[in-house]
């Protein structure tokens, strides 16, 4: 049995080709706007005001004859997005995150979370598993009892995997990679719910602020809010106007203002 702990890498996140942004902008006589935003706003919040300002064209004042006025702080600007529910142009702003080591408790959870997420888990058909690695909570690591147990537990379904592995000749010359696929599917079938493994997930920012409010309350399972608190954090530092609603209370919880975007 290997320890871990569950990891989260913000791998990818939206980039601006800004030399098009203002080339469209050229033609719409909206450049100032990129000259307001460019340097001083991440490029996810830039790009969901440039998707809001697309709608109205609201560049600058006067460029649509309806609109007077304009906010020339993005902070406002996205805020108003927040607060008048017009979530949909968060969509456009995705972020990638590995999450390492988390269990398959994890994984099914998160997997019911369909709008706007994709995702790449791996495969326990394809790998196979030799060490069981897995993650205890700080409150089960301080029961000598329950950690000698589960230890035992986890080392007999190792070693069965191991024993299954070599009965089943898969490392022998020649076998082919469908047999191998398929005993390797069947072995899976013993190992538990809390084996630890990765998934990749893409997630727009109007699903992540949804999946945070949901998987930070109380309510959830301990592990995901373990996760999601630091997928948060992550949100929170990459993008502030658009999680500027959140603010975690002294459970983690983190819970919306504007709760339908
Ligand atoms: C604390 C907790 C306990 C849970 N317990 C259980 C349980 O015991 N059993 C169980 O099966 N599940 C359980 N779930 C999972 C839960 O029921 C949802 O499946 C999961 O949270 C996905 O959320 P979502 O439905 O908001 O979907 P998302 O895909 O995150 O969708 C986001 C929003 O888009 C809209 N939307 C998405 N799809 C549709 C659609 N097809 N039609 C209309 N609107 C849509 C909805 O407004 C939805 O809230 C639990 C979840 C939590 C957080």
């Known amino acids: 049995m290997q320890p ?9 996140r939206p ?24 340097d001083r706003v991440a490029d996810e919040e830039a790009l969901v005001e440039f998707a809001g300002r697309v709608c109205y064209r609201s560049w600058e004042a006067g460029l649509n004859p309806n609109v007077t006025r304009v906010r020339t702080n993005s ?15 968060l969509e456009h702003a995705s972020y990638s995150f590995l999450f390492h080591h988390v269990s398959r408790v994890l994984t099914h959870e998160l997997v ?3 709008a706007g997420v994709a995702v790449s888990q791996e495969s326990l058909r394809f790998v196979r598993l030799s060490e069981l690695p897995f993650w205890f ?8 009892l329950l950690m000698e147990r589960a230890q035992a537990v986890l080392e ?3 070693e069965f995997q191991g024993w299954m592995g070599d009965h089943f000749g898969l490392d022998s010359q020649g076998l082919s990679f469908h047999e191998k696929k398929h005993k390797t599917s069947f072995m899976r079938r013993f190992a538990p719910e809390g084996v630890a493994t990765d998934i990749l997930v893409t997630i727009n920012i109007r699903a992540l602020r ?10 959830a399972e301990e592990e995901i809010r373990q996760v999601m608190d630091l997928v948060a954090e992550r949100a929170l530092a990459a993008t502030p106007a658009l999680m500027q609603d959140y603010d975690p209370n002294q459970d983690r919880e983190w819970i919306p203002k504007f709760l339908k975007v």
């Open 4 to 12: 871990v702990k569950p990891e989260v890498f913000l791998i990818a």
């Open 156 to 158: 007999q379904l190792e």
């Open 75 to 89: 902070h406002v600007y996205l805020r108003n997005i927040l607060s008048s529910g017009h979530g949909s142009v």
């Open 15 to 38: 980039a601006l080709d800004w030399d098009e942004v203002r080339r469209y902008l050229k033609g719409v006589g909206g450049e100032a706007w990129a000259d307001r935003v460019q």
């Open 210 to 219: 949804h999946i945070i409010y949901m998987r930070t309350a109380l309510g």
């Open 137 to 144: 909570p700080d409150w089960a690591r301080g029961d000598a």
């Open 112 to 114: 019911r979370h369909r």
